[in-house]
């Protein structure tokens, strides 16, 4: 049985572990947003975005033969990659979470 010290002290690093994470992310976040071609960005990569955001997210598809499934949203995370770049797929990804 664990003692209240140790559990205490697991969820004090677990916190920390957490705000670190939370930290990474927004620095990254910062940098590609700097990084983003904005001359590239057109309505057809905003609509993307809107969909992916608003509606994509919350629709999976079962892989036959696999316990997994993937979304919607990560489809269109990786069409955005694969038209607008890594910093576009990086912002919407962030969106996305």
Not at 23 to 37: D, K, M, N, S, T
């Amino acid at each position: 049985m664990e003692s209240v010290a140790q559990v205490s002290d697991r969820q004090r690093i677990t916190k920390a572990y957490q705000w670190l994470m939370i930290a990474i992310g927004a620095l990254v976040f910062l940098a590609e947003g700097r990084r983003l071609p904005t001359d590239r960005i057109d309505l057809q990569f905003l609509l993307i975005a809107v969909f992916t955001v608003l509606i994509s997210s919350r629709v999976a598809v079962k892989i036959p033969r696999f316990n997994t499934s993937v979304t919607i949203s990560d489809t269109f995370i990786f069409l955005v990659l694969l038209v607008y770049g890594g910093e576009a797929a990086i912002l919407l990804a962030f969106a996305d979470g």
